[in-house]
Nanobody
């Protein structure tokens, strides 16, 4: 059974930092893209960052220069370092693996359960 488990979310003040992790199990995502998305109630899930196997990275304009995505191939884990957090970054953050189409579209084969990130002002 394939599982993606996010961790590292929480409550942080404006300007603070968090480092999210996504551990995978059940299979190895060798050669596949992994990504982070986020969603707030009433809105569509939006892309945050993606990383290919190469690795090549992609970022949403709203997080460029503040967030960094990385992956550890041996640990089958992907990370999202979030710096200079803003209230608008508040959302549930989801890890995704194995892109089926564009790497920044929410069309992935596997998803985690999400971790809440709340940025207080």
């Amino acid at each position: 059974q394939v599982q993606l488990v996010e961790s590292g979310g929480g409550l942080v003040q404006v300007g603070g930092s968090l480092n999210l992790s996504c551990a995978t199990s059940g299979r190895e995502f060798v050669g596949y893209t992994m990504a982070w998305f986020r969603q707030v109630p009433g809105k569509e899930r939006e892309s945050v960052a993606a990383i290919t196997w190469t690795p090549k990275t992609y970022y949403a304009d709203s997080v460029k220069g503040r967030f960094t995505i990385s992956r550890d191939r041996f640990k089958n884990t992907v990370y999202l370092q979030m710096n200079n957090l803003k209230p608008e970054d508040t959302a549930v953050y989801y890890c995704a693996a194995e892109a089926r189409s564009g790497v920044m579209t929410p069309n992935y084969a596997y998803w985690g359960q999400g971790t809440q990130v709340t940025v207080s002002s």
